[in-house]
């Protein structure tokens, strides 16, 4: 059960970075973390693109510390309650999560992610500091696009009843989130073409999301996540991780 879940968690980070709604604003993240312009950004310069890589691991740093402390929160104090409880919130849980797979691909409208919080770091200047705060603002603020994604992975951290648990899952989704990032600071000239070229693609990843969060919502109202384990394994003869 803790295998498939840190798997879905992975994916649904990845698809996260891939919303409509995130993937178009980074370019501009990294010319802003890396305290330079996109045309700079484009030139292929080594030392910049050092830089820009490392303020991206900083960056990403950010997100997953504030991303991982929600998941430990909401964890232990879910865990607290009884088991009856336990089996009532897996159900408002699921119901929650495929509510928002329904939001994901366009089928129900939940006014609450069309906004965004925003924290003001613009006294900070360019450096590895700053990219970390606008890492955790990044992950305080969600986006409208991967918040419902985010928060039904929230969502199976406080029903894991798992401290540990709840921490591992949202660092697996944490990760998922940050290796198309890294990867971007690390090949910043032909990730900015690929963007550029492929935008109209990415509504589709909102519609996948939404399908895995439909999936995702059905299995923790049921609470078939060790069926649905044990079923991968005879079809495809290994565990998902």
């Not at 990845?14 to 709604?21: E, H």
């Not at 849980?93 to 069309?114: H, R, S």
Request: hydrophobic share 55%; aromatic share 12%.
């Amino acid at each position: 059960m803790e295998e498939l879940g840190l798997g879905v968690a992975f994916i649904a980070g990845v698809l996260s970075f891939f919303s409509p709604c995130v993937v178009p604003l980074i370019p501009g993240y990294m010319a802003y973390i890396s305290g330079t312009s996109l045309k700079q950004l484009q030139s292929g310069s080594k030392e910049l693109q050092t830089r820009v890589f490392t303020n991206a691991v900083m960056f990403t740093l950010g997100f997953a510390a504030v991303f991982i402390t929600l998941g430990m929160v909401i964890a232990g104090a879910f865990g607290q309650i009884g088991p009856e409880a336990q089996i009532w919130l897996a159900r408002i849980g699921g119901v929650i999560i495929i509510a928002f797979g329904l939001n994901a691909t366009g089928l129900l409208e939940i006014p609450l992610f069309d906004r965004t919080l925003r924290l003001n770091v613009q006294g900070f200047k360019p450096g590895h500091l700053r990219s970390a705060s606008l890492g955790a603002a990044f992950g305080v603020g969600w986006t409208p696009c991967f918040g419902p994604i985010l928060t039904s992975i929230l969502i199976l951290a406080g029903t894991s009843g798992s401290v540990y648990l709840g921490g591992a899952l949202l660092t697996s989704y944490s990760v998922g989130l940050a290796v198309p990032f890294l990867l971007t600071g690390a090949l910043t000239d032909r990730v900015f073409g690929f963007i550029n070229s492929h935008q109209s693609a990415f509504k589709y990843f909102n519609i996948v999301a939404g399908v895995l969060l439909i999936g995702l919502g059905i299995v923790v109202f049921t609470n078939r996540f060790a069926v649905l384990l044990a079923l991968t394994y005879d079809l495809f003869g290994l565990v998902i991780i």
